[in-house]
T-cell receptor, first 112, second 115 residues
Framework: LAKTTQPISMDSYEGQEVNITCSHN???????ITWYQQFPSQGPRFIIQGYKTKVTNEVASLFIPADRKSSTLSLPRVSLSDTAVYYCLVGFHSGSARQLTFGSGTQLTVLP | NAGVTQTPKFRILKIGQSMTLQCTQD?????MYWYRQDPGMGLKLIYYSVGAGITDKGEVPNGYNVSRSTTEDFPLRLELAAPSQTSVYFC??????????????FGPGTRLTVL
């Protein structure tokens, strides 16, 4: 079963830009890439989604190269409240079933 | 608009017992999902449904069963609980299949311990 790969953890300081990369070599042609944020004892929360090139919303940007085998979540000027686990999600076809695979997640710790 | 609700919030089972985790959504979403999350790990898909009466297996379906008789409800059944099923269970819903141009809305989770 194809998997996504992310760094296990990252540290940053308040006010800095943070970039988290996810590798997804077996992404299907019609699959989108979605990033979620999860705080302890809560369900994941949607951050951003894209198919190719660059997507930007009020909280983040998502960069996707032409081959779509990776993606990078960019968080501008992080604050202490951005400390959380960040997951990328893509769907992988497996026979007749779609296997939605979350990455192992990246623990982002923002330091004062 | 409550979104996705799950009951119970916590439960302790003895080995061999069975139980049903309830999930309800009020967004009229066709797609619903059950995930489990083990401590320090990512989410793994157990089952999903593309509409009432239609379900399919995810990555880790063994030991679980689901049904989808209505658009709103997607219960997860554990038969013969085992310690390996100790986990946090999240239900989610989306208007489209989650991997294609879509956003999943997650419930608050059910923390299950099997002793």
């Amino acid at each position: 079963l194809a998997k996504t790969t992310q760094p296990i953890s990252m540290d940053s300081y308040e006010g800095q830009e943070v970039n988290i990369t996810c590798s997804h070599n077996n992404i299907a042609t019609n699959d989108y890439i979605t990033w979620y944020q999860q705080f302890p004892s809560q369900g994941p929360r949607f951050i951003i989604q894209g198919y190719k090139t660059k997507v930007t919303n009020e909280v983040a940007s998502l960069f996707i190269p032409a081959d779509r085998k990776s993606s990078t979540l960019s968080l501008p000027r992080v604050s202490l409240s951005d400390t959380a686990v960040y997951y990328c999600l893509v769907g992988f076809h497996s026979g007749s079933a779609r296997q939605l695979t979350f990455g192992s997640g990246t623990q982002l710790t923002v330091l004062p | 608009n409550a979104g996705v609700t799950q009951t119970p919030k916590f439960r302790i089972l003895k080995i061999g017992q069975s139980m049903t985790l309830q999930c309800t959504q009020d967004m009229n979403h066709n797609y619903m999902y059950w995930y489990r999350q083990d401590p320090g790990m990512g989410l793994k898909l157990i089952y999903y449904s593309v509409g009432a009466g239609i379900t399919d297996k995810g990555e880790v379906p063994n030991g679980y069963n689901v049904s989808r008789s209505t658009t709103e409800d997607f219960p997860l059944r554990l038969e013969l609980a085992a310690p390996s099923q100790t986990s946090v269970y999240f239900c989610a819903s989306s208007s489209h299949l989650a991997a294609v141009d879509n956003e999943q809305f997650f419930g608050p989770g059910t923390r299950l311990t099997v002793l």
